[in-house]
């Protein structure tokens, strides 16, 4: 198996990708993928022109909590999901030559990280969001470093905050009708903190499911090499990784320029 | 001391406030005391010419745990604070002859428990909201069931859901640059779950503040007898909880007709 | 219904039950009803005599988490119990007028608290112990102050701390070759901490049950009125005290002179 | 730097440690290093008589989190330390195969994992056992499989769980006259769970430090490598590794034959 891991700035992601296509790689490429939606259907067609593997490295929907939530709040677990309140956020607001503290290399926190707090929702509920009714993005030395966002799924609502300029956190709680369902460290699983899904249903009884040993990096290369190899259906395809892209547009649109 | 405690339903409370004034008596009456910001007018009125305490039992402020967390935000143990979000939901959908669902009573979730998530931010920041840019406000029976609001104060934003059907959850995390201050249980300590001031402001260090034997009933009754008997300053005048009251207009007002 | 509560110093409570049964009485008398195992003669004779229920005032048995707990380790929810661990201290060295600090009043920590961890291990496994291979026991004023006690039960062993000179800690944990059941606060629910009972016997899951609005001491009341009035079986009859009471004379036996 | 690295079978330690001590290299041995206290003379003078460093590969010891627990215990945080006690158990009895559960490689449970638990509190206390009043010892297939032990160090008692027949489980607690300092995780920090340090010192607060990032493994191999290069004094030396090895025959002389 031939393939290519692109680390690259964020702006670079497309046209390295593409590049790898075409000289026969799978292509594995850090998240964001692309910088806007409309940049999946080159590399939709690159991929299928070179007749490879090509995916954003998107690590978290490998780790078993999330695949273990998804199934939970699909089968009811949680009742009918109501709303869905992620964080994510960190502090880099020291370190000015941080790549994700440049404009013109695609940085910023939703390209960053809020990619996660879109993604995850979409992942686990399996539905696509319908509108962004408001979003409040402030910017700092041109990249958006707080975002506050209140989008609407066909079913239920989402509120997220993703700042690069917060103390770190991280959660994600799909609260339904009759449960709740928690992911106390879904993005940086065993490094932030040890991640637990925590769910209630019960007055009485919480369950919490662990592994501490799985690494969702791990977990990534061998399915990706899995696919690539067998051609066994990716757990994170492009048309995944798309519908984040659409959602992180659409929330730019409403959060307004820079 | 001649005191009455008013538990009546929300849309009397204004009405027989004044009358137990008129009568002479001192008067603590069960949240919200009024069902808009102008019936503080008359209620402030009434007291003054009674010359007597009139208070809202709004419990949550005499628990040490918020006294607690204002003294940290306000003493910077969070850095500067940026974001505060919170939720506040238990499901009684089943029980549609509870006054909580009752339209003509002054039902509804935000009158009931919003009415917490509100003065809680009011309360640890001691700031005033600008604005409410965002509430998506659901009815049910023509009462709310659902809220989800996003709100700027001036230094600040502020992000609450407020449902009664939901399943129950209550916590308020009050997020800085540099730290992060989380109530567990801030809204019924003890009975819905064990009252803990987590806060984070330490790569690794946490500290957790605990009082499992404070009854924030108790120490409301005392907070008031105490004012009453001496004149000394209640800790929740009438002058708080206008405030909290002008800010669920302002989320009335934003969320639009039932 | 006629009853008595008695709580006097430990020494005088077989004489001030029995007098309260002779006078026709029910009796409900503080923890432990006695001071060495043969005085339960007595007791059951009187209460027999009486016709009236007299019952040791033990409230860990009545609290929802003991009860689940022997449901839950007889049912075979760890696997096979192979040994039992739990610690019960507070510190009361500075108050040396108190009467736990009084040899001639029956003072000292394990017929305090002691107590406590003697028969919660033997309530939820339904097992006496055969023998105490070894106990420490300090003695401070003449009183005990600190106790190591290593037991054997028939099918499992067992090792306690007890003191009254160290800081409040509470847990018990009930270990099997397959499972571990643990209270987090099984003496002093809710008021040293929240109670909870966490089972893990899956590498995977934690099952956390809660009961934070459950009183020991209000069910404790419930019970004995309901046995008193009805004659319906008291969840801690006298024979079980005594078996507590049995395996602190051994305990006491094993420590050797004050 | 020339250093060996032996992982071979209990029994085979000290012969092979020594001729790799001959061949001119530093060697790190996985633990026990020896088989009984005795050996260590012969290790010592093989180390000197080489010129190199020659070390027992006890990770935990090299965790932030006991050089923190050591600080804070010998600070005084805790008050007067009366007691520790510690578990450590998985259950390996499907697994008959395993080295060990076979007497003639040095297999059971002591020397597997007890050798944590009776270092762990020689490293944090500074303090040498004085006798080991009391050991039920267990065997199967010629190992043990199951150790209750007491034990009594100049200023403070000790008690210990040691099984290779439990469902896994890990904790130790220095319980002081006036606080307490609980590790969650101290011997498989992060595998088994997040390992966090617990401090209760005071009624209200309680402080948690937790290093997610820190590696055991890594920090002894670094730890070694700087000691084998520089001659800088190892975290843990001979002398310390003798001093577990003497507290284990004591264990292994209570417990009486297998």
Redesign the interface.
Known sequence: MDAVYVPLPNNLHVEWTLKALKAGKHVLCEKPIAMQASDFDALEAGAKEAGKLCAEAYMIVHHPQFIRARELVRSGA??KL??V?T?F?Y?N?GDVTNIRNKADMGGGGLRDIGVYTFGAARFVSGAEPVSV??A?VRYGNGVDV?A?V?A?FPEF?Y?A?V?I?????QEITF??????LRLTCPFNA?????AELVL??D???????????ANHYVLQVENFGASATTGAAYPCPLAFSRGTQVMMDMVFEAGGPA
């Open positions: 949680i009742g109501v709303h309140d964080v956020s502090n607001a009714p408001y409040k707080f506050q209140a609407d609502t509120s905050i700042s300029r917060m103390q770190p956190r609260h339904g009708d009759k449960g709740l065993n490094l932030h903190d040890l209630e249903n007055g009485q009884r919480v369950v919490t499911e662990r592994w501490p040993a």
